[in-house]
């Protein structure tokens, strides 16, 4: 399975409604950013990261996959998943001017079009190939309908839609004034009952005493966890919040490398460990944070930076996984969608990693990569 072509791709796909808000971000699109391998054999394999689709940083990602990358790949033998991101990561052209970053979500990208690649050669889904069917379910939570930009009454009718169509756990953002967000934490609270989790999320806004004054009058609402409280790479503070708040900590969606979880874990300054295949370099580094946060006996809750299209596999595959995002924007570019079932994701059948785009998708939200 020789690899004879490399080619990156850039498709935009708009959000639920308009456009979406957090504490630090509004976006109109999602940008999946990526590669099309082609072997040899007569099989494609596609693999992206995540973007919030500003074309201008898109085509940093595709050209380090195009002129950085794709060279060292061609010829390759596409079955040697470990040995090609070895070589990727050790890029001589790279390794010295980003060890992290652009070129980490373009390796994501390649890695993954490596995995899916392996997986349909093989004639079998990604989980079968990563070792077979772990659970019987996997439980997604509802992240669609918290987002900040949601007003207050909307956001109670939706959690209580989540909870009819049979999701058993939604999360709702945070980081806009404390006052303001513990009333939406209380209403929402009030209206899925005790039996729903409900996770927050302040996606690294807010500072340490901020978290503490929010979680002190978050405790009585039976928060499942609170996700990146505070900043993103901040060890020493998410340990202080954990030690602080009865509240569990979650985090994980920024960190690009296995070594950022291993100092969190080391630091007891996370519970739920959220590893994404999109922002690390692809499956194969995630592979290693999840076997090290099972060895921590920490629960694993991949973030959905590919919408779960990749994560699904992971996570009926993995032991540390517990359960796993749903935003549905992107599913319907891809053959096999990341589909919810009865609060459950489906599992996939179809060979592969679940990343191949639709003919429609590919010829209708296809942006240039130059
Ligand atoms: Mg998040």
Not at 194 to 211: E, F, H, R
Request: glycine share 8%; proline share 5%; hydrophobic share 40%.
């Amino acid at each position: 399975m020789k690899i004879t072509a490399v080619t990156p791709f850039i498709l935009h796909v708009p959000v639920t409604g308009s456009q979406i808000a957090d504490s630090t971000h509004t976006i109109s699109h999602w940008g999946v950013v990526g590669a099309k391998i082609d072997c040899d054999n007569g099989l494609s394999g596609y693999g992206f990261t995540g973007t919030h689709a500003h074309l201008p940083g898109d085509q940093l990602v595709t050209r380090c996959i195009e002129t950085c990358h794709a060279p060292l790949l061609i010829g390759e033998d596409a079955h040697d998943v470990q040995r090609l991101w070895l070589k990727l990561a050790r890029n001589p052209a790279l390794q010295w001017v980003g060890r992290a970053g652009i070129t980490t979500l373009a390796q994501a990208a390649i890695d993954i079009a490596l995995w899916d690649l392996k997986a349909k050669a093989g004639g079998v889904p990604l989980w079968k190939l990563l070792g077979g069917q772990v659970r019987e379910r996997v439980r997604a939570y509802n992240t669609d309908i918290g987002w900040l930009s949601i007003p207050d009454d909307q956001l109670v009718d939706g959690a209580r839609r989540a909870v009819a169509e049979g999701f058993s756990g939604i999360k709702i953002k945070v980081g806009s004034s404390v006052e303001r967000d513990l009333r939406r934490l209380q209403s929402v609270r009030r209206a899925i009952g005790p039996d729903v989790t409900l996770a927050i999320d302040g996606n690294g806004k807010w500072d340490l005493a901020t978290c503490r004054r929010f979680c002190r009058g978050a405790e009585d609402s039976d928060v499942f966890w609170f996700e990146e409280p505070t900043w993103y790479d901040d060890v020493k503070g998410h340990a202080a919040l954990a030690r602080a708040t009865s509240i569990p900590v979650a985090l994980g969606e920024q960190l690009y490398t296995a070594d950022a979880f291993s100092e969190f874990f080391a630091q007891q300054a996370v519970h739920w460990v959220q590893p994404d295949v999109t922002r690390l370099a692809g499956l194969t580094e995630v592979l290693q944070v999840c076997a090290t946060a099972h060895s921590f006996r920490l629960p694993v809750a991949p973030h959905a930076g590919d919408m779960s299209q990749v994560h699904v596999h992971l996570a009926y595959a993995h032991p540390a996984v517990q359960v796993l995002e749903y935003i549905p924007w992107i599913k319907d570019c891809f053959t096999e969608p990341a589909e919810v079932v009865d609060g459950a994701f489906r599992l996939p059948q179809q060979p592969g990693a679940g990343t191949t785009p639709t003919a429609d998708a590919w010829a209708r939200l296809r942006q240039p990569t130059a």
